[in-house]
């Protein structure tokens, strides 16, 4: 039995298949997905329509109660990164050396949490200059793995950004 | 009688009032507006819902034909720098020293282009680290002016913007 817990990171405008797709194979291969957001008990909605539930309030949780951290892309990181919270527990989630699962967008709570100086990074191409600026090295590949951080650069990636996630899930 | 011409560069998920309440009173004041964007004779749709149509592609479109640059926020400006010609319109109108006004997300776009070294600039509060990570230096007023970037944070800081803009216009 998998006790592990992933926190999900995420607010409207999420990209839908970015979080359901990872979302699904992570909890078929065990460990537990828990709805992380600005607003515990509220309903989000994705840019194509899909729906979800926030569990938890970021201001409530702790980077101890995950094994590991997903973040999907969409605008939900533009609309999460002017949370001062939700900027602290992706900081404290990469500077834990848990492993974080970031795709498309996800890169911009990274860069207003600062913790890219020096790492190799990808995410959506609208995103290279801000990447470069944070002081990380922008990889055009369909997934980057910097020890923990694992980074994809839209939906076409997920199977290759899912199956460096399960990799690293397994290595704890 | 007026000629001057402003060109807006925007497109697909515009902040609606970004583009309508400057647009409108630009054109009270006597500027023809152009909408530059992707695809000319192409209809597109703001996070509201308003419409509106580009009259010209921004590859076709040289900074020789226009006096002043407006680029509304939303998530256009982050549909926009993905397009090689419309960061070169935008480099190339920052460097001419003709106007450019830029509200919210529009810094998105000059930092693509790489023309906010050494500037004070404002926008929307999701960008201030990537605003200071491009070498500029961010300042949280309504509308900042340096040299020739009138820029500003919000919809709520339109009338600010708007003021600040027709008076550099009146400047020309």
Redesign the interface.
């Known amino acids: 039995m998998d006790l592990s817990k992933i926190a999900v990171l995420i607010t409207d405008r999420f990209q839908d298949r970015e979080y359901e797709q990872p979302g699904e194979v992570f909890q078929k291969a065990g460990p537990q997905l828990i709805l992380v957001g600005l607003r515990a008990n509220t309903r989000i909605t994705g840019e194509d329509g899909a729906t979800a539930r926030i569990d938890r309030a970021v201001r409530d949780v702790s980077v101890s109660d995950f094994d590991a951290l997903l973040t999907p892309g969409g ?1 939900s990181p ?2 999460l ?2 949370d001062p919270d939700a900027v602290r527990f992706a900081r404290e989630f990469v500077e834990s050396r848990k492993p974080v699962f970031a795709i498309c967008h996800a890169a ?1 709570i990274l ?2 949490a ?1 913790v890219l100086k020096g790492r190799h990074l990808t995410g959506w ?2 995103l ?3 990447i470069k ?3 990380a090295e922008y990889v055009d590949a369909e997934v980057v793995v910097d020890r923990n951080i694992v980074s994809s650069r839209k939906p076409d990636d997920i199977p290759a950004f899912v199956r460096a996630s399960l990799e690293m899930l397994g290595r704890k």
Do not use: W
Request: proline share 0%.
């Open positions: 605008y533009d609309k990164r002017v911009q860069i207003t600062q191409l609208s290279v200059q801000d600026n944070a002081g």
